[in-house]
């Protein structure tokens, strides 16, 4: 089944705590990003990678870091988490030159204390 | 930068009354994606309609349907007959092809559905 695969689905942590949110997809596809959700604000991206060591900074990246060393994942580092990092996270991935063909996870719900 | 505009933030109906989401965008691009989806209370985002640009008839599944105006840059959404499960979160969205793959999404409707 083509699925893009988010871990955990929930946390709650400690501020300056360091974090990992893997994101797994099984479709071969090239882009993958990471979006945030925020009530009032929508969805925003924090980063996206159009391919294999191929990562770039979206409309919020402050406080987060990526890695792409394999295609199949895209993990998302909180180094040291504070409280305005607690959200409602999605990853998407899509094959490229299809932008139209989104797949998301099913979320991870942040809580940094 | 692509823009996605969702006024209404909050709508209440009573059940079965029809629901008109509005959505409006900016882009440059001539070739773009727009998508419509729903969050419900569980959180996950659904899937539930991608139009392309080139592409503007107006969609009907079941109770949803689209109306895609490239002539006001609209893309809205309606319920028609409302029911509780129509309660969620809907967001509209929009991809440019030749972008860097970013979705930008309106800011949201909650629609609550009071029975």
């Known amino acids: 089944e083509a699925q893009v695969t988010q871990n955990p689905r929930y946390l709650i942590t400690v501020t300056g705590k360091k974090l990992t949110v893997t994101c797994s997809q099984n479709m071969n596809h090239e882009y993958m990003s990471w979006y945030r959700q925020d009530p009032g604000l929508g969805l925003r991206q924090i980063y996206y990678?159009?391919?294999?060591?191929?990562?770039d900074k979206g409309d919020v990246p402050e406080g987060y870091k990526v890695s792409r060393k394999e295609k199949r994942n895209f993990p998302l580092i909180l180094e040291s988490p504070s409280p305005n990092q607690t959200s409602l996270y999605f990853c998407a991935s899509s094959l490229s030159g299809r932008p139209g063909e989104q797949y998301f996870g099913p979320g991870t719900r942040l809580t940094v204390t | 930068a692509q823009k996605v505009t969702q006024a209404q933030t909050e709508i209440s109906v009573v059940e079965k009354e029809d629901v008109t989401l509005d959505c409006v965008y900016e882009t440059r691009d001539t070739t773009y994606y727009l998508f419509w989806y729903k969050q419900p209370p569980s959180g996950e985002l659904v899937f539930l309609i991608r139009?392309?640009?080139?592409?503007?008839q107006n969609e009907i599944s079941g109770r949803y349907s689209w109306n895609f105006q490239k002539s006001t840059s609209s893309f809205n959404f309606t319920i028609t007959a409302s029911q509780v499960v129509d309660s969620a979160v809907y967001f509209c969205a929009l991809i440019e092809y030749y972008g860097n793959n970013r979705l930008a999404f309106g800011k949201g409707n909650q629609v609550v559905v009071i029975p």
């Open positions: 990678s159009m391919n294999v060591e191929v990562t």
């Open positions: 139009r392309n640009s080139f592409d503007e």
